[in-house]
């Protein structure tokens, strides 16, 4: 079964740098998750976006700004990098208006900031 | 507000030997759906279950099985006869349930780590 797509799998980025996470959701699924989880950590809530619009908003820094496009895809972008934004980030997706509530997590993106 | 509580930081067993995961929740919601997703070593997340907030009854899938108790807010987690591929982080989370709007955010635990030896 095809599962939900993160690319990159690993970004290496400067200080200051900006760096771009994609996320391809499982077919027919219409919500995204993003969350970011730092070593250690439990994954922590960033935003979701529901049939293109965004429908929660959790801790995401200001530099942070994500959106869904027209094919479900999704872009998390992040900007004027800073050390502590050393993460892992998922991408989860979900079929709300199928009833399907449960959040399928893709591989994730390992990034580093140095 | 939501809240999970994953008391076991780290647990080490012996291959074989039966292991409880616990987890207690808080929530104002009166509908719930609660999860666990395992993390191993490699680092992606994976669902094991869920369970919604009006069905308490216990569910067993192979060697896993779910306690669902909401008297006192705990969704515990067995596995029987553990194997050295259960070496993973377990994760217990919660979200809200409403069909109203589009929230659905996960509530993570902080996770326990459980090592199996061989």
């Known amino acids: 079964a095809a599962g939900v797509i993160q690319s990159p799998r690993h970004l290496i980025k400067e200080k200051r740098e900006t760096a771009t996470l994609k996320c391809y959701p499982i077919p027919r699924h219409d919500t995204v998750y993003w969350y970011q989880q730092g070593p250690g950590q439990d994954p922590q809530f960033l935003i979701s976006f529901y049939e293109k619009m965004q429908s929660d908003k959790g801790s995401i820094p200001d530099r942070f700004s994500a959106q869904q496009f027209s094919d479900y895809h999704s872009e998390l972008n992040m900007s004027s990098l800073e050390l502590g934004d050393s993460a892992l980030y998922f991408c989860?997706?979900?079929?709300?208006?199928?009833?399907?509530?449960?959040?399928?997590f893709g591989p994730g993106t390992r990034l580093t900031v140095l | 507000a939501q809240k999970v509580t994953q008391a076991q930081t780290e647990i080490s067993v012996v291959e074989k030997e039966d292991v409880t995961l616990d987890c207690v929740y808080e929530?104002?919601?009166?509908?719930?759906?609660l999860f666990w997703y395992k993390q191993p070593p490699s680092g992606e997340l994976v669902f094991l279950i869920r369970?919604?907030?009006?069905?308490?009854q216990n569910e067993i899938s192979g060697r896993y099985s779910w306690n669902f108790q909401k008297s006192t807010s705990s969704f515990n987690f067995t596995i029987t006869a553990s194997q050295v591929v259960d070496s993973a982080v377990y994760f217990c989370a919660l979200s809200e349930i409403d069909r109203g709007s589009t929230l659905g955010r996960l509530y993570f635990g902080r996770g326990t780590q459980l090592t199996v030896w061989p």
């Open positions: 929530t104002r919601d009166t509908t719930y759906y």
């Open positions: 369970r919604n907030s009006f069905d308490e």
């Open positions: 989860a997706s979900s079929a709300r208006t199928r009833g399907t509530d449960t959040q399928y």
